[in-house]
T-cell receptor
Framework: DAGVIQSPRHEVTEMGQEVTLRCKPISGHNSLFWYRQTMMRGLELLIYFNNNVPIDDSGMPEDRFSAKMPNASFSTLKIQPSEPRDSAVYFCASSFGGGGETQYFGPGTRLLVL | GQQVMQIPQYQHVQEGEDFTTYCNSS?????IQWYKQRPGGHPVFLIQLVKSGEVKKQKRLTFQFGEAKKNSSLHITATQTTDVGTYFC???????????FGAGTTVTVRA
């Protein structure tokens, strides 16, 4: 059974460009999470969806970040415009339940903004 | 929401030795989970503890949930090079839906 799928796995872009990260959760899971991981700030929760509805976006850094979940099998995290300080590993995770259950992480997208 | 603190941040261990990493919450937790992230990898679920005072073992790893359900520990015996990585604890508050992750303990092993 496939785990959480993320694409791209690596992204190098220039400051000011739009970046779109994609995630396919595990089939049947109804909760989806976007995290950002850096050496300085560790693992940060950006946004949490339950049944495709954003429940908590308090971790989204600023208006340059947006996330959507148009259906149960797909989510995107968009950064527009990107800045060098957005360089990080972005993880998508999914779980079955209301948010406190075991989370299954994807392999991550390593983003470098030059 | 609750905050989950982990100590130490870094643990340098001689191969074959034991060590313990600790997780503390500012509020009572309904459950605590532990994850392991290998270098360059992603966090992978190890175990969940739910009951007060619960102890679970996975081979050389022993996980414990405190009596007050506000702290937890992970003890590794006879450390091996395969234990290298960052260990995260994550807890859900009694009245919260969110799983809050600690900052992690990064373990390196000297052969």
């Amino acid at each position: 059974d496939a785990g959480v799928i993320q694409s791209p796995r690596h992204e190098v872009t220039e400051m000011g460009q739009e970046v779109t990260l994609r995630c396919k959760p595990i089939s049947g899971h109804n909760s989806l999470f976007w995290y950002r991981q850096t050496m300085m700030r560790g693992l940060e929760l950006l946004i949490y969806f339950n049944n495709n509805v954003p429940i908590d976006d308090s971790g989204m850094p600023e208006d340059r970040f947006s996330a959507k979940m148009p259906n149960a099998s797909f989510s995107t995290l968009k950064i527009q415009p990107s800045e060098p300080r957005d360089s990080a590993v972005y993880f998508c995770a999914s779980s079955f339940g209301g948010g406190g259950e075991t989370q299954y992480f994807g392999p991550g997208t390593r983003l470098l903004v030059l | 929401g609750q905050q989950v603190m982990q100590i130490p941040q870094y643990q340098h261990v001689q191969e074959g030795e034991d060590f313990t990493t600790y997780c503390n919450s500012s509020t009572t937790l309904s459950n605590i989970q532990w994850y392991k992230q290998r270098p360059g990898g992603h966090p992978v679920f190890l175990i969940q503890l739910v009951k007060s005072g619960e102890v679970k073992k996975q081979k050389r790893l022993t996980f414990q949930f405190g009596e007050a359900k506000k702290n937890s520990s992970l003890h590794i015996t006879a450390t091996q090079t395969t234990d290298v990585g960052t260990y995260f604890c994550a807890g859900t508050g009694a009245n919260d839906y969110k799983l809050s992750f600690g900052a992690g303990t990064t373990v390196t092993v000297r052969a």
